[in-house]
């Protein structure tokens, strides 16, 4: 998938509400991670004269670090594609698949391409509401203090 396309798909996902359930995870995480966020913020630009972007930086750099802000989701996410793998198979052969074939398959081919796109996804997300985000780090950062 080319990048611009990839960028319009997301685009299209998020004003149709596919990621909103993102925009409720990735709350979620910021809110619980929040102070790991601020210590990878330090580490990387210490504490006196942070640039203004280092919050956001730091939110980004922790995203890519983690790779998943709700595995419990993530999984069951994955587990719906391997369904929807099982049931095109199922209409064009015309018989039920082998399901551990088809998961283990789906795993092999698809699951490295839609963990990369989850996590575009979910800086996507981030980008279109930076500002609520970002509070919620420095609200979080503000009641560890």
């Not at 972007?53 to 391997?82: C, G, H, W, Y």
Request: charged residues 30%; contains cysteine.
């Amino acid at each position: 998938m080319q990048e611009g396309s990839q960028l319009e798909q997301l685009c299209r996902e998020y004003a149709s509400g596919k990621l909103d359930t993102i925009k409720e995870d990735l709350a979620g995480f910021i809110r619980r991670q929040a102070g790991a966020i601020c210590r990878l913020r330090e580490e990387y630009f210490g504490t006196t004269a942070v640039p203004p972007t280092a919050d956001e930086v730091a939110v980004k750099m922790f995203i890519l670090k983690s790779r998943s802000i709700n595995p419990t989701r993530e999984i069951l996410d994955q587990l719906d594609e391997i369904n929807r793998e099982k049931w095109i198979r199922g209409i064009q052969s015309g018989a039920s698949p082998d399901p551990q074939a088809v998961a283990q398959e789906w795993a092999r081919l698809y699951s490295p391409g839609w963990r990369d796109h989850r996590v575009m996804a979910i800086i996507y997300v981030f980008e279109r509401d930076k500002d609520r985000y970002l509070a919620l780090v420095r609200a979080a950062a503000d009641a560890q203090s």
